[in-house]
């Protein structure tokens, strides 16, 4: 049938059943210690289905490891993690409550792919899974195992025989390997139902359970920490348990070999949402450090600029309606409202602020830092006016240094970690001489590296640019006034800048190429640049990225004009 | 660049790489070594298809860092570069021999003859065959230094000799390096390719035991066979080894010929146009007259007393037997348009005069000739000369106003 190995004794390949369940050689009558179950082409299933139902597990092979499955892998990724988010300060329901439900949530929908199961039955496991209360604790324990097999019956004949095709070429190489039960079957391709685990998609899993508690934290943050180590990412599989080995395709789906980036665990979690058909998230209001008022006034004061200019950025997001509860709160599945990024939003809305107030054309904004600089020397009043010339001159130089350190850092970055990794036993030797040799050329020339030694991880911060209105050298701007650029009219203040211009006129659609515009450094002024930079830099994001939310911001600001003037140059008048 | 915020192990890796590379370039050791230890964990990834893996890179950069770093010691260098030979064994030999060499430079002979003995006893499949030639140079300086220990034990036995007592032992020693030098010597200059030193040690070896037949031979296939890349000291020791035989002078001629073909500035120009002058054989006088006005040509000559006295010697001789003022003319023709502001300026006159008075004496004999009585550097030198009352620049002037016609038709 499908066994088509050779026989040992005769080399045929013609194979009957005996009455025991074992396969013979019709030519030799040499019996095989093959059974059928083994053989089959749903073994991979329903092994794992029988074994487990018969209690049987197998807790020692031979190298001292127990079986594993690569989901409890991740599972044990995700605790680490969230153990971390809770030392920075997260609140402790987000371990106990939000993600392990998330979690298990997971494990349902996603082994719903290849499973046909009766309505009856899936009810019956998600009662199994409210009552059991460790799954996330040791994964050793059948439980989870226990959960899986209560919602597995046969197979899908569909999916399985896919998996047979595939299970059949298997041959004894060690191509198709791995430590882990399931490594091999975790990578292949037509995964599409499945959304399977993948390591950047459990940072989407802290994400997505940061903002459900509405943790004051961003994903840029969230991403920064990671980064700089007080979030297990790369190389967190040192932190699984001795009996669980990795090898072979483990290494694939364990092994991070690059920084996680904003998109893809920002898409992933939108993605990831919807699959786990979760209702809509807990309001944003504002009162939430993640509403676009909060955020701003925490940009601008990283950003070294004057409080003052938080009036301006609440007055840009009321006009435009995205401080409202509805555009904020996440409703997964719902593909009409725009996915909102909420640090990269309350950054563009500074720089449409800046624009509005500055102008930001290279020309301008300098020309006004004249004139401030004018009204300063007769300013009598409290604090001083706010000059954009000394305030570039300032945030440029530090912006330069921390730039500098950063690039540093990423030249010195280390990525692997004492825990070794081996593809299989037979380079396992070769890997541990290769690192033996590496830690002792780290010693030679760490030793002649003179006093630089390596810095100990500095403690997570929020803020990366601090400045202190202590400081007499008048460094800081947060207490500066903006008076110096702003005139009189009916009584109000506004801004002397009587123009704008437009980063685009029409915007692109994102669905189809991605972005709103494509940002070009040489078709923008310098200042905007360095605007973008700024914040790029706070962010750890693409400049494009902030500029797709300042077009954005721009086109429902001036909503009414563009529809009117689309015939004329960008210049517009307010 | 500073606005891509992405970062994969291949990129970081290449940006410190390249913060290595900067701070090699501006001799801050202690920063690239910085840099290096953050590096090295790329030697756990599969760089097999760069064209230079990152073990060649580390081995190289290590070196440099460890060469100059005010803190590092041979100690910690040995121990550095026996890792290294593990690393990549395509590569092996190739690093021992680099460990040998820095453990010559650093006086360190006894160390080096042992890494090139270890390194000659390696084996590794078929990378012993690929790696021919490396083997041949360590057999080639392992044979080096065997000569070097015969060269010490030949002086010791001189030594004793003159003290009266013959040494049996020590002359026992010293055949037994001479057979271990000469065979590895032996086998490297077979090979086409620059080996001088184990050329100069082979011959003094031949000669010092009375095989000058194989001595010459050896000399003469590294001098003439086409397969060898052009090298003016071939000749050179050629030529030594056939005047330290006493050969003839037209053997020893033609082995300066090449020499002054492609080194015409040689400082053996000198010995070689003295030959030639005294020839019998007027092409080789010729001869003689083009080579000391080519090797003139030369700024380094320019105040060579010896070379200017050969050629006012050769041009005296000529202007006095009155024939062949023609090849004067012929040299003379191609030089006369830049010769007199290289050599024969009034400046040149002032500092000959002051700082070596035979120099300015030989070249204003031949300035006298080839340009005249009224030339600017006779002029000055001969003046000063006949004032300070020397008796050979009266004997100069009048020598040159006597045949001051010959100018005229020399630069006809």
Not at chain 2, 68 to 77: A, L, V
Not at chain 2, 142 to 153: I, P, V
């Amino acid at each position: 049938r499908d066994f088509n190995e050779r026989c040992a004794q005769c080399s045929e390949v013609n194979w009957g059943l005996t009455d025991g369940g074992r396969f013979y050689c019709r030519s030799c009558h040499n019996v095989t210690e093959r059974t059928r179950e083994v053989v089959n082409t749903d073994f991979i299933t329903n092994s794992r289905v029988q074994t487990i139902s018969k209690g049987l597990r197998k807790q020692e092979q031979n190298d001292g490891g127990t079986e594993w499955y690569v989901c409890e892998g991740f599972q044990l990724v995700l605790k680490k993690q969230v153990e971390a988010l809770e030392a920075l300060g997260v609140c402790p329901q987000m371990k106990d409550e939000i993600l392990c439900n998330f979690w298990r949530r997971y494990l349902q929908k996603s082994k719903q792919a290849y499973c046909k199961r009766p309505a009856g039955e899936a009810v019956k496991a998600l009662s199994v899974c409210e009552s059991s209360t460790d799954v996330d604790s040791d994964p050793e324990r059948p439980s989870l195992l226990h959960l899986l097999s209560l919602s597995e019956s046969e197979g899908d004949l569909q999916t399985d025989c896919s998996f047979a095709s595939s299970v059949s070429k298997v041959s004894e190489s060690t191509s198709v390997y791995s430590g882990s039960v399931d490594g091999s079957l975790y990578l292949r391709k037509n995964q599409k139902e499945k959304l399977s685990m993948t390591m950047p998609m459990t940072l989407s899993f802290c994400y997505m359970a940061l903002l459900w508690v509405r943790e004051p934290i961003t994903l840029s943050e969230l991403l920064r920490y990671v980064v700089e180590g007080h979030i297990p990412y790369l190389n967190v599989f040192q932190h699984f348990p001795e009996k669980m080995k990795l090898c072979g395709l483990d290494l694939k789906i364990f092994c991070v070999e690059s920084w996680p980036v904003y998109e893809e665990v920002f898409n992933k979690m939108h993605e990831l949402a919807a699959f786990l058909d979760l209702p809509r998230f807990p309001a944003i209001t504002e009162s939430c450090f993640l509403h676009p008022d909060m955020l701003c006034m925490k940009y601008l004061m990283e950003a070294n600029l004057p409080d003052e200019l938080h009036n301006w950025t609440c007055r840009v997001v009321k006009k435009i309606g995205i401080g409202e509860v509805d555009f904020l709160t996440l409703t997964p599945g719902n593909k009409s409202t725009r996915k909102v990024k909420y640090d990269v939003l309350a950054a563009a809305v500074i720089v449409v602020v800046l624009k509005l107030l500055f102008l930001l054309d290279d020309h301008y904004e300098w020309l006004l830092s004249e004139l401030a600089e004018e009204r300063n020397k007769n300013n009598t009043e409290g604090g001083p006016y706010f000059e954009f010339k000394k305030w570039y001159e300032v945030v440029k130089h530090s912006l330069d240094v921390e730039q500098k350190k950063l690039d540093e850092e990423r030249a010195k970055y280390l990525w692997r970690c004492e825990k070794p990794l081996f593809y299989s036993a037979k380079n396992k030797s070769k890997v541990l001489k290769r690192r033996q040799m590496v830690v002792n050329l780290q010693n030679q020339f760490g030793k002649l590296s003179g006093s630089v030694q390596r810095a100990e991880k500095p403690n997570p911060s929020s803020f990366q640019l601090s400045w202190s209105e202590e400081n007499t050298d008048g460094s800081c701007f947060h207490g500066h006034s903006l008076k110096g650029i702003l005139q009189e009219k009916c009584g109000l203040l506004t801004a002397m800048n009587p123009d704008y211009w437009l980063c685009t006129v029409k915007l692109c659609n994102e669905k189809l190429c991605g972005h709103l515009a494509h940002y070009r450094e040489v078709e923008f002024p310098q200042s905007y640049h360095f605007v973008l930079g700024l914040f790029s830099f706070l962010l750890r994001i693409q400049p494009s990225y902030i500029h797709d939310e300042v077009c954005m911001i721009e086109h429902k600001l001036f909503n009414k004009k563009l529809y009117k003037k689309l015939k004329y140059n960008t210049v517009l008048r307010k | 660049s500073s606005s891509e915020h992405k970062l994969n192990f291949k990129k970081s890796k290449e940006a410190c790489l390249s913060y290595i590379q900067d701070a090699l370039l501006q001799k801050q050791w202690k920063r690239a070594a910085e840099f290096l230890t953050c590096y090295v964990e790329s030697l756990e990834k599969d760089y097999s298809r760069e064209h230079i893996g990152p073990s060649e890179m580390i081995w190289r950069i290590g070196t440099e860092i460890l060469c100059h770093h005010s803190q590092s010691s041979m100690k910690e260098f040995n121990c550095f570069m026996e890792q290294m030979k593990t690393l990549g064994v395509k590569r092996y030999l190739k690093v021992c021999l680099e460990h040998v060499f820095h453990l010559l430079c650093n006086g360190q002979i006894d160390e080096a003859y042992q890494n090139l003995s270890l390194a000659e006893s390696w084996r590794f499949g078929e990378q012993t065959a690929i790696q021919d030639k490396e083997m041949k140079l360590i057999q080639a300086y392992r044979g080096l230094l065997d000569y070097y220990s015969w060269f010490k034990q030949k002086n010791i036995l001189l030594e004793h000799s003159e003290d009266g007592f013959s040494d049996l032992a020590v002359e026992q020693e010293m055949h037994g390096y001479f057979r271990k030098a000469a065979v590895n010597l032996k086998e490297i200059i077979k090979i086409p390719g620059v080996w001088d030193i184990f050329v100069k040690c082979y011959v003094d070896l031949l000669e010092f035991y009375g095989d000058h037949n194989e001595a010459r031979k050896v000399l003469n296939e590294y001098a003439y066979n086409s397969k060898f890349p052009a090298n003016p000291n071939a000749h050179v020791y050629l030529y030594q080894f056939l005047k330290r035989q006493g050969e003839s002078k037209k053997s020893l001629i033609s082995a300066l010929k090449i020499l002054h073909d492609i080194v015409p500035s040689h400082e053996l120009m000198i010995d070689f146009n003295t030959m030639l002058q005294k020839s019998k054989k007027r092409k080789k006088r010729r001869l003689g007259l083009e080579v000391i006005f080519a090797a003139l040509d030369y700024a380094g000559w320019k105040e060579n007393a010896k070379a200017w006295s050969c050629l006012a010697r050769q041009v005296k001789q000529i202007v006095i037997s009155e024939k062949h003022l023609d090849w004067i003319k012929q040299e003379w023709s191609s030089r006369k348009d830049w010769w007199p502001a290289f050599h024969f300026s009034r400046y040149l006159a002032k500092r000959n005069w002051q700082e070596n008075k035979s120099l300015s004496y030989e070249k204003a004999l031949v300035a006298g000739i080839l340009l005249g009585k009224g030339c600017k550097y006779f002029k000055y030198v001969s003046h000063r000369g006949c004032k300070a009352q020397l008796e050979r620049f009266q004997m100069l002037k009048k020598f040159v106003n006597r045949h001051n016609p010959v100018y005229l038709r020399i630069s006809g």
